[in-house]
């Protein structure tokens, strides 16, 4: 059983398409037993979290803070509680109008992109990048959300 909760800091309320979103990614990452917290801000308190948490002091669309950080977490009969997702709502729209596409399209690729890297995946590294965002991709497709 996955259970995620959302908690909408921010008065944002088209977001139920979501469900589909998080359990596609889970189940495609074969996730079993799991606790996700996505957490929707403006950008005053992204810039906030950015700085005091990572130290740069600027406006992101997405930040995720995971809980795990190896496989040691992973036991086959206990929760796994993945970790937080912040994302900027302010910043989502704006870039949905800035690459011409739905915020369903947006938010589905920041909560898709901040699951991944609750999973492990990075993308700091040119082919941990290519493989994060091919799978982003593929995930989104599967889920019928395209460009």
């Given at each position: 059983m996955n259970e995620y909760q959302i908690n909408d800091l921010y008065g944002y309320d088209n977001y139920a398409f979501l469900d589909s979103v998080i359990k596609r990614v889970l189940d495609h990452e074969k996730v079993?037993?799991?606790?996700?917290?996505?957490?929707?801000?403006?950008?005053?308190?992204?810039q906030k979290i950015n700085r005091e948490m990572r130290g740069m002091d600027n406006v992101t669309d997405v930040i995720s803070f995971a809980l795990e950080d190896n496989d040691e977490f992973a036991f086959e009969d206990q929760i796994r509680v993945l970790g937080d997702?912040?994302?900027?709502?302010?910043?989502?729209?704006?870039?949905?109008?800035?690459?011409?596409?739905?915020?369903?399209?947006?938010?589905?690729?920041?909560?898709?992109?901040?699951?991944?890297?609750?999973?492990?995946?990075?993308?700091?590294?040119?082919?941990?990048?290519?493989?994060?965002?091919?799978?982003?991709?593929?995930?989104?497709?599967?889920?019928?959300?395209?460009?």
């Open positions: 079993k037993n799991s606790l996700v917290s996505i957490i929707f801000v403006d950008k005053e308190e992204i997702i912040y994302v900027c709502i302010p910043r989502m729209q704006s870039q949905a109008l800035e690459y011409g596409h739905s915020e369903k399209r947006e938010l589905s690729f920041l909560i898709v992109h901040g699951l991944l890297h609750l999973l492990g995946y990075d993308h700091i590294e040119a082919e941990d990048e290519k493989e994060m965002f091919s799978l982003q991709e593929e995930i989104l497709n599967e889920e019928g959300i395209t460009r």
